[in-house]
């Protein structure tokens, strides 16, 4: 079955820095890649996602790139502020009966954002 | 526009017990998934719910059964609870779509003694 890898498992930076957080998935049939945020005690909050017919996405600060030969895709944050200081997580799944199926999620990574 | 809820928010049982917990969907979204979420870990897939049917399950054993309403609400049942079954059980709704993203509710925080 499908499985992802994320790293790193922590990262810490200085508030205005850029971040990146890379995973790798096993299952060349995936084709749809969220992240999700999750600050402490609360829900996982969809924040970007690109599909296998496509190499990036943008939205403001964040973007993700993904590299279908080799499997992997990262997540890239600019100008960090210290709310986005939460657990990021990678996910991978293959669509299923007309719908996305389920959700392969990484380890996470906690990023923390200095002031 | 509601998003997705569950109840109850917290639960302590005790080991051998059966616990039952329930889920909302985003009004207009017909698809209920469930995942756990173990401590320091990313959620893991227990099945998902199209049609008042399982349409996937994922590697967890038959002790963790469940129910989708004609109104989409789902329901998880697990039985004879072990110490191990401690964790954050979240429900993610979508719509029927492969561009339709996963929403999750807070879930609810299960305890076992």
């Known amino acids: 079955g499908e499985n992802v890898e994320q790293h790193p498992s922590t990262l810490s930076v200085q508030e205005g820095d850029s971040a990146v957080i890379k995973c790798t998935y096993s299952d060349s049939a995936s084709n749809y890649f969220p992240w999700y945020k999750q600050e402490l005690g609360k829900r996982p909050q969809l924040i970007i996602d690109?599909?296998?017919?496509?190499g990036e996405k943008k939205d403001q600060r964040i973007a993700v790139t993904l590299n279908k030969t080799a499997k992997h895709f990262s997540l890239h944050i600019t100008e960090t502020q210290p709310e986005d200081s939460a657990v990021y997580f990678c996910a991978a799944s293959i669509e299923y009966g007309g719908s996305q199926g389920n959700l392969i999620f990484g380890k996470g990574t906690k990023l923390s954002v200095k002031p | 526009d509601a998003g997705v809820t569950q109840s109850p928010t917290h639960l302590i049982k005790t080991r051998g017990q059966q616990v039952t917990l329930r889920c909302s969907p985003k009004s207009g979204h017909d698809t209920v998934s469930w995942y756990q979420q173990a401590l320091g870990q990313g959620p893991q897939f227990i099945f998902q719910?199209?049609?008042?049917?399982?349409?996937q399950r994922g590697n967890f054993p038959d002790r963790f059964s469940g129910h989708q309403f004609p109104n989409y609400s789902s329901e998880l049942n697990v039985n004879a609870l072990l110490l191990g079954d401690s964790a954050l059980y979240l429900c993610?709704?979508?719509?029927?779509?492969?561009?339709?993203?996963?929403?999750f509710g807070d879930g609810t925080r299960l305890s076992i003694l």
């Open positions: 993610a709704s979508s719509r029927t779509g492969t561009d339709q993203p996963q929403h």
């Open positions: 690109i599909r296998s017919n496509v």
């Open positions: 719910y199209y049609e008042e049917e399982e349409r």
